[in-house]
């Protein structure tokens, strides 16, 4: 998860790289969850969250 503070500090090409992480870390994490329950489900909240957030910076920014 990251801080908006972190994200301000990212250029447009790294918010980029980092949405693309988030995005494939997101459908993993779903994938494993319906499978087998999560033991930390809140982590696909936070990095919905994270993605929302840069998201948001990138459209701030553009």
Do not use: C, G, W, Y
């Not at 998860?1 to 790294?14: A, F, N, T």
């Not at 494939?24 to 929302?52: A, C, F, G």
């Amino acid at each position: 998860m990251m801080k908006q503070k972190e994200i301000d500090q990212l250029s447009i090409e790294d918010m980029n790289d980092k949405l693309e992480e988030f995005r494939k870390k997101l459908k993993d994490l779903k994938m494993t969850h319906s499978v087998s329950p999560l033991e930390n489900p809140i982590q696909i909240r936070n990095i919905r969250r994270t993605i929302s957030r840069l998201l948001t910076a990138i459209a701030k920014n553009n």
